[in-house]
């Protein structure tokens, strides 16, 4: 969802996530089984209730610890790692091998814990909650075990930009409640030993490390609130810039109609187009934009030239359903075509390592034999605009005013009841 406006990616969601990859994952989160959610509500005043697991990918098992931790196997503290000391873990068949100084310790799992119940520093990197090391089919996978509120903390500032002041504050609001029941559909939908990964696939989580006081205020003040659709968590979607208009989850994401993610206006001065990618440029080289085409195994060779770009259909967005691509072999003439989302992860960005801004383009051969792209918009299109939000944070409107802009019908319901 994302990524993926990240601070670091104006996809990621520059907020721009992989889609290809994501999709079998929304798309699984997008079905939540009511009875589920009924349980939760109804548990969740219970620590264990409120738990998230993030699959952590980016440690390894050569760990150096920044605070003092206990570690843990089977609810006994074996022994405290002091500040400043590392340890290896290895994965010995279905067993995890710890070597603290002169101390060996073996078990299936092992959980690490702030002695005194602040952050848990890990390789300079900082977290709530504790740390999992567990033994998966012969690897170690680390998992960072963490409040619901906490883990939605660690992921504003990497999907959302704070601004100056309270300008994006409702924004951030807003964007809280989506980023909460997306956590919510991935909980219910989730892998046997995590819910979360902590990059595009999911939503970017950056750890206590990424928290910053007005992000954290906006959490707190949104505590416990989702998007709900008779009853049920929302399925939600969040882009970059919607360029004008939303996309129908059907043309993206989704088998059928969802009556809450159809096309809407973002108003008639869109509200995104304070967005640096409201409009935008790529120029691609004809012989790269070819190889992009043979790589995405639509083309049996390169011994082509492009002859002309034919957009045989838009969707009501305006964002492109099918382009045919023309190309000319001797004195034949061939054509592909490519749909939908799909042209985005095929054409590319200028540079080659990330997806085109948006399928909402208007496209041509230069007459020094160059591909022009100028198009609209960053992202998918689908449910929130977060650069929408953002101008409607700066006029004036309210959380749920931003929210009801970009998913009409759904209502902000508490997970406590």
């Keep these: 969802m994302k990524l993926l406006i990240s ?48 699959l952590l990918n980016e440690l390894n098992v050569d760990l150096t610890i920044g605070t003092d931790t206990y570690l843990i196997s089977e609810n006994e503290k074996l022994a405290i790692i002091k500040s400043g000391n590392k340890f290896s873990a290895e994965a010995i068949h279905n067993k995890i091998f710890i070597k603290l100084g002169s101390k060996r310790f073996n078990s299936k799992e092992f959980y690490l814990q702030s002695v005194d119940d602040s952050l848990i520093i890990i390789n300079s990197k900082k977290y709530r909650g504790r740390i999992k090391l567990l033994n998966v089919d012969g690897a170690i996978k680390i998992i960072n075990q963490i409040s619901l509120e906490d883990y939605i903390k660690g992921v504003m500032t990497k999907e959302m930009p704070v601004g100056k002041g309270k300008e994006n504050f409702e924004a ?23 819910d979360l990964l902590p990059d595009i696939r999911d939503q970017v989580y950056g ?61 008639n001065d869109p509200f995104c187009s304070i967005s ?29 030239i492009l002859e002309r770009f034919n957009i045989k259909s838009r969707f009501q967005s305006g964002r492109i359903k099918e382009l045919e691509i023309l190309l000319k072999y001797d004195d034949e003439i061939k054509s592909i075509s490519i749909f939908g989302n799909q042209i985005r992860s095929v054409i590319k960005n200028n540079s080659g390592n990330g997806l085109l801004k948006s399928n909402n383009f208007i496209i041509e051969i230069t007459d020094d034999r160059k591909v022009m792209i100028t198009g609209k918009g960053a ?13 409607q944070s700066k006029l004036g409107k309210n959380y749920k005013e931003i929210l009801m802009q970009y998913f009409p019908e759904t209502e902000i319901k508490s997970l406590n009841g």
Excluded at 280 to 304: G, H, M, Q, V, Y
């Design 276 to 304: 640096p990618n409201f409009n935008w440029t790529e120029i691609i080289p004809e012989s790269i934009f070819i190889k992009r085409l043979f790589d995405a195994k639509l083309l049996k060779d390169t011994n082509c």
């Design 379 to 391: 992202g998918h299109g689908v449910g929130m605009c977060q650069w929408g939000a953002i101008g």
């Design 207 to 267: 750890g206590a490390d990424a928290e910053h006081p007005l992000s954290n205020k906006a959490v707190d003040e949104t505590k416990g609130l989702i998007l709900t659709f008779e009853d049920d968590p929302a399925i939600v979607f969040y882009h970059s810039t919607c360029g004008g208009y939303t996309e129908s989850s059907v043309n993206v994401f989704t088998m059928d109609d969802i009556s809450y993610l159809r096309t809407i206006s973002d108003g």
């Design 7 to 54: 601070t670091k990616s104006i996809h990621t969601l520059s907020i721009q996530k992989t889609f290809p990859l994501f999709l079998l994952l929304l798309l699984i989160s997008a079905c939540a089984p009511s009875k589920r959610f009924t349980e939760y509500k109804e548990s969740a005043t219970k620590d264990f209730a409120q738990e998230v697991r993030v």
């Design 172 to 194: 951030l609001k807003a964007f809280a409640i989506a980023a909460r029941t997306y956590a919510i559909n991935k909980i219910f939908a989730s892998k046997t030993y995590y």
